[in-house]
């Protein structure tokens, strides 16, 4: 057809299942692209054999001179061989087809490949052939249209408001261009001017450019005389060049036009013009190699196995882009990670500024395993000059330099000099330096402040007996008081470093402990505020915890080191269990334990009882006999149709007990799910690239083999926890079947790929109603098959089933850390905004080997338990303790039961559902304005999983119109970052100050009606919503008017009260609780906001909370007991004895085993003093 000019005609009438996506039919070159993409992606997933396009276009060459495929092929040449394997599998003769396809459409189009540009928009690609390529500006679109929100409007590509390209046939060419900027300050450096490549300019009247960089936008307006006009993310700019101080001198920039604040961006595509003076002179400013190629470092990174490693780079193969803001008046550099400091340094050298390259080589260094500097290569000199200088002066090597000491020193604040001072002193100054930390606003005073309450909780966490502390929700825990903690443990501080000791050895190295969504803005505080303390002092911030796998990383004093030097790891909870199983981390970390401290941010996360373990395991293939397999689909078949359990064809089986219990445990997982609000969308699915979204390491070990086939849970953190809801390989068994069975489609290509070996003998058996040809050789999916034939499901599901059962894989062997380990292998300290953990020893009392009552390790004053009937006076007292300065919190608790019925038809038709009512409550402020009831949604429970925030803005638009709600907060699922997306354009960019302190100038205090807050479920602990004090400080208004809390099946009132504390002026703030199953008594009909501490739901939740808190679970009494067990051993993980449960079931040897284990952990825990004594009062603790 295409040969002949037939295609456009009678291509529809093709029966070809790829030929009905294909969306460039109409024009040959953009049609040939599509095809090779086709091929390429069918070659990148079929990599077991030799087959390759270029093999089948010279067979195709060779064919095409013969009748008869065969004819003449002698048996043993590589022609007959690649027939052989095309004729093995049918999906090749869809392969052989897209390679005729492309081979028709190079000749139409005289060409071999057709050079195109890939833009994104509206989230699909779109193919433009131009007329002159350039591969750069290729590469450019398509990162540039991938990383920011394009949409595409009547053929139109816009980027906001902004027309940026004609898409449409016949469209000028797509040209990037060049825009050079100079300085409006009368200060002069050696940079004459910068120039900015990839440049787009925009389909406006006026001469407009658009330039990203970093996350942001600059908009660049030509007036008439030929002036620029630039805007930062819609704010007003400049470009200047500062003189800071002598350190930080003719620094060119940008600073902002209506303040005084520095924007320093760095990007490849900034090109500054230096003069060129003595640029080469080897004693001036120039070498003729560039530094930063001569500068490499050890970096840390994940391969496909999952393990780590470490690798030499150039600092010149590490560049990426940043935007670094320096704050008036202070204009101390701040950064928030380390590939800002390597940005940075090579900014400093671009500009020849050997000052500010100074000072972020000191700050580098602080953050690197190992920096190595190529001085020469064989004879050639690569470091020369005043750069060479400038390194040996910041490595400390060689004559001292005095002037560049009183120039350096004042860009550090000197802890190190109060190191005599009382410690509340010492809080003072740590607390009036933190100050200058922070942005200088227009009404004349600091951002942040510490106030007197935080000053007397930082000194209560330093000197406090208990471990754990307690501050309610929203008093700045973590961008107050973790990096004021940090400076503390950095300084000399005489009384500070006695209470850090904690009963035992000095500390010197520091271990920050975060929730895994908390990690990225915790690095950042730390990086903020650790990197410019004690001029010339040696110490260590690090982003990894595996960087103690590196021979250079030490704990202690290393040779030659007179005291040791002070460390700091930023880790998650389950990163650091996780290093805790590597031996070569145990060496260094156990003999070196009494000198380190952990803190704990979120304590209550950190030792939730469903949370305490971490298990890293070794896979091996199962060795499932057929008749397993088929004992497993029937009884699967059986509980997930409601038939009768089958008791004769177990009776078979060696072991019929156990596949009766398997078919009881089956139903009631079925019975489970049927809530919808436990449902297999909630918590399981397949793990792919879509649902590990926000997953930021490589997740290419979590979706390979088996892994992309099983049911898995969502909430599971690389392996999941033995002895969980999610490590139970039965209900992944169970559920896989019901994925099977319930969303087929998924399982299409896995299909594809194995219908060929279908039997006859099978075929006859189960699917007789399909045409074995076509069902063997055919091209028609998975899903289709289903859907058109439903009496063939089953037979279908059966082989698929069986097919993953054989994939899948077992442990073989295991490691496990649990928090309890580290609370008695560590002296830990740790705060919370909802105080509700278990009661342990801690590491001080375990070393001094006490036999007294264990201590409690958190204030419980305001504990309410059921057993102790208190008077509602006495009850709301309590509560009150707990609330804080939270005290006048509205809420209203509304039933979710509705939830039902609405999560079976979508997770969307349930927002709306929500939305609705809240709309209809006779209290609802829209009743009679134009303005929405509420602008914030916490979703606790994961409600709205699957749905992305693109679905979310679609509902909001068409449930509340244009004119409502103009923005949507929401939080990256990769990075943790603040976003906004715009309801009108789809434009999603950064929240960052800048763009809010626009959204203020626009909306002023009619902004908090203009943003809907969506935070998802795995934020709602911990995550700050930003500008919210700020906001209330300006405008005496909260920012959020109403939040809707979607609690549903969650039970655990700590939780709800984080989700809650999302917002942070929660005086002023409204609350919607959805909840369901609220008793009868509890609610009627819709009786409006009351105090939160008055509402008998709340007594119920609170004290439920208290009353399994204390007594925790037997989850966590066993893990305690593995705790005491490891402690015994001297080791930090346990390594599991009974593996895989279900096979040890299956094959009866499972009690066995469990009275070993039994025997084992009475012989070493109980008939061992010190573990016997600890287990006895913590048993004592707990039911007393």
Not at 947 to 973: A, K, M, N, W
Request: aromatic share 12%.
């Amino acid at each position: 057809l295409l040969d002949f000019g037939l295609f456009d005609q009678y291509a529809k009438l093709l029966n070809i299942p790829f030929m009905k996506d294909l969306q460039h039919e109409a024009d040959t070159r953009e049609l040939q692209v599509e095809v090779a993409n086709l091929i390429y992606n069918f070659d990148r997933k079929h990599t077991e054999d030799s087959v390759t396009r270029s093999k089948v276009e010279e067979l195709i060459y060779e064919v095409s001179y013969k009748f008869f495929v065969n004819k003449n092929f002698p048996i043993n040449s590589s022609q007959f061989r690649l027939i052989q394997m095309l004729n093995g599998d049918s999906d090749y003769q869809e392969y052989v087809l897209l390679c005729k396809i492309y081979m028709s459409l190079c000749q139409i189009n005289k060409s071999i490949e057709v050079d195109y540009y890939k833009i994104r928009c509206n989230g699909q690609y779109h193919i433009i052939i131009p007329k002159n390529f350039s591969k750069m500006t290729s590469e450019y679109l398509e990162q540039v249209t991938v990383h920011h929100s394009f949409s595409e409007t009547n053929g139109i590509m816009m980027y906001d408001d902004i027309n940026v390209f004609d898409l449409r046939p016949g469209q000028p060419e797509i040209n990037l261009y060049r825009v050079r900027l100079e300085s409006n300050s009368d200060v002069q450096s050696m940079v004459k001017y910068l120039e900015i490549t990839n440049v787009f300019r925009t389909l406006s009247l006026q001469e407009q450019y658009l330039i990203f960089i970093a996350d942001n936008s600059i908009l660049i307006d030509v007036t008439e005389r030929g002036k620029m006009e630039i805007r930062i993310n819609k704010v007003s700019a400049e470009v200047a060049t500062i003189f800071f101080n002598e350190a930080l001198s003719f620094i060119p920039c940008f600073k902002y036009s209506e303040g005084e604040d520095i924007i320093i961006f760095t990007s490849r595509n900034i090109h500054y013009l230096v003069d060129k003076g003595g640029q080469f002179c080897t004693d001036y400013y120039g070498m003729k190699h560039e530094l930063i190629e001569c500068i490499k470092s050890e970096e840390v990174f994940v391969d496909l196995n999952d393990d780590v490693q470490f690798r030499k780079e150039k600092l010149s193969d590490l560049l990426t882009e940043s935007k670094v803001v320096v704050y008036f008046p202070d204009y101390l550099l701040l950064v928030s990670s380390r590939q800002q400091l390597i940005n940075l340094l090579d900014y400093a050298l671009y500009i020849r500024n050997i000052g500010f390259f100074i000072l972020v080589l000191f700050f580098l260094r602080r953050t690197s395993i190992h920096l190595e500097y190529i001085e020469r290569k064989e004879k050639v000199v690569l470091i020369s000059g005043p750069w060479r200088e400038a390194i040996v002066y910041v490595l400390n090597i060689g004559q001292k330099n005095p002037h560049y000491d009183r120039i350096f020193e004042k860009q550090f604040f000197d802890l190190n000099q109060h190191a005599n001072l009382p410690l509340r002193g010492f809080i003072d100054v740590l607390c009036e330096n933190f100050t200058r930390y922070q942005r200088f606003t227009e009404d004349g005073q600091y951002q942040i402040v510490p106030t007197e309450k935080q000053k007397q909780f930082l000194e209560r966490i330093i000197c406090g007996e208990e471990s754990f502390h307690f501050s309610e929700v929203g008093t700045g825990k973590t961008k107050v008081i973790m990096p004021l903690l940090c400076q503390t443990f950095l300084s000399s501080n005489i009384e500070a470093h006695r209470y850090l000791a904690r009963g035992g050895k000095q500390k010197d190295t520091l271990v920050i402990l975060v929730p895994e969504h908390l990690v990225p803005d915790a690095r950042h505080q730390v990086f903020k505020h650790c990197l410019n303390l004690n001029f010339r002092q040696e110490y260590r911030v690090y982003d990894d915890i595996f960087a103690l796998l590196h021979p250079q990383v030490h704990l202690g004093a290393n040779n030659g080191e007179s005291k040791p030097k002070k460390q700091i790891f930023v880790i998650s909870f389950n990163q650091f269990k996780k290093a805790l199983t590597y031996d070569k981390i145990c060496q260094k970390v156990r003999p070196h334990r009494e000198h380190i401290l952990v803190i704990a941010d979120e304590v209550d996360d950190f030792l939730d009882r469903d949370k305490l373990v971490f298990n890293i395991c070794s896979n091996k293939a199962n060795t499932f006999a057929p008749t397993t397999l088929e004992l497993y689909f029937e009884t699967s078949c059986a509980a997930y149709h409601r038939k009768e359990c089958p008791r004769e064809l177990f009776q078979s089986s060696p072991n019929p007990a156990y596949w009766i219990d398997l078919y009881e445990k089956f139903d009631a997982i079925h019975n489970e799910i049927q809530d919808a609000s436990k449902s297999l969308n909630k918590s399981f699915g397949i793990f792919n690239e879509q649902t590990l979204r926000h997953c930021t390491s490589s997740i290419s070990h979590d979706i390979e083999g088996y892994k992309a086939l099983i049911a898995r849970p969502y909430e599971s953190v690389n392996r999941a926890m033995p002895g969980s809801y999610y490590s139970d390989v039965e209900r992944t068994i169970f559920l896989t079947f019901v994925i099977l069975s319930e969303d087929i489609a998924k399982y299409d290509e896995l299909f594809q790929g194995e219908r060929k070996f279908i039997t006859f003998e099978y075929w006859r058996e189960y699917l007789t109603e399909l045409d074995y040809d076509e069902l063997v050789y055919g091209h028609n999916r998975l899903s289709e098959i289903a859907e058109n034939y439903p009496n063939a499901s089953l037979g279908l599901i059966r082989f698929l089933y069986i097919i993953i059962l054989k994939r899948m894989e077992i442990r073989d062997r295991s490691r496990s850390v649990n928090s309890v380990d580290i609370i008695f292998n560590f002296d830990c300290i740790g705060f919370t905004g909802t105080p509700f953990l278990d009661n342990y020893p801690t590491s001080d009392y375990i070393r001094h080997q006490r036999e007294d009552d264990i201590p409690p390790s958190i204030d419980r004053s305001f504990y309410a338990y059921t057993s102790e009937e208190l008077s509602q006076d006495e009850f709301e007292n309590r509560f009150s303790q707990f609330q804080g300065q939270n005290s006048d919190v509205k809420v209203e608790y509304v039933s979710s039961d509705f939830m039902q019925e609405s999560l079976k038809i979508g997770e969307m038709e349930t927002l709306k559902e929500i939305f609705t009512r809240e709309q209809e409550n006779p209290k609802a402020e829209s009743r009679k304005t134009t303005k929405a009831p509420f602008n914030a949604i916490v979703d606790l429970c994961g409600i709205f999983k699957l749905s992305t925030i693109e679905d979310v803005r679609s509902l909001v638009l068409e449930h509340f119109g244009p004119g409502c709600f103009h923005y949507i907060y929401h939080i990256d699922q990769s990075d943790g970052s603040d976003r906004m997306l715009c309801i009108k354009s789809k434009n999603d960019v950064t929240f960052d100050e800048e763009f809010y302190r626009d959204l203020c100038k626009r909306y002023g205090a009619d902004l908090r009606h203009k943003i809907f807050f969506f935070v998802d479920n795995r934020n709602y602990i911990g995550k700050d919503v930003p500008y919210q004090l700020i906001y209330q400080r300006h405008f005496k208004l909260p920012l959020f008017v109403k939040s809707v809390v979607i609690a549903h099946d969650v039970e655990d009132f700590s939780k709800i009260w984080q989700a809650m504390g999302r917002s942070r002026t929660m005086n002023d703030t409204t609350f919607s609780i959805y909840k369901s199953n609220i008793p009868a008594d509890m609610i009627k009909g819709n009786n409006g906001l009351g105090d939160i501490k008055t509402l008998p739901l709340t007594r119920l939740l609170y004290t439920k909370n208290c009353d399994c808190k204390m007594a925790g679970n037997l989850s966590s009494i066993y893990q305690t007991l593995i705790a005491l067990y490891n402690l015994s051993q001297d080791s930090f993980y346990y390594s599991d004895d009974i593996v895989n449960s279900f096979i040890e079931k299956m094959e009866m040897t499972i009690q066995t085993k469990v009275k070993m284990l039994e025997d084992k952990i009475a012989r070493v825990v109980l008939g061992t003093p010190v573990p016997a004594r600890i287990l006895e009062h913590i048993f004592l603790d707990k039911f007393r």
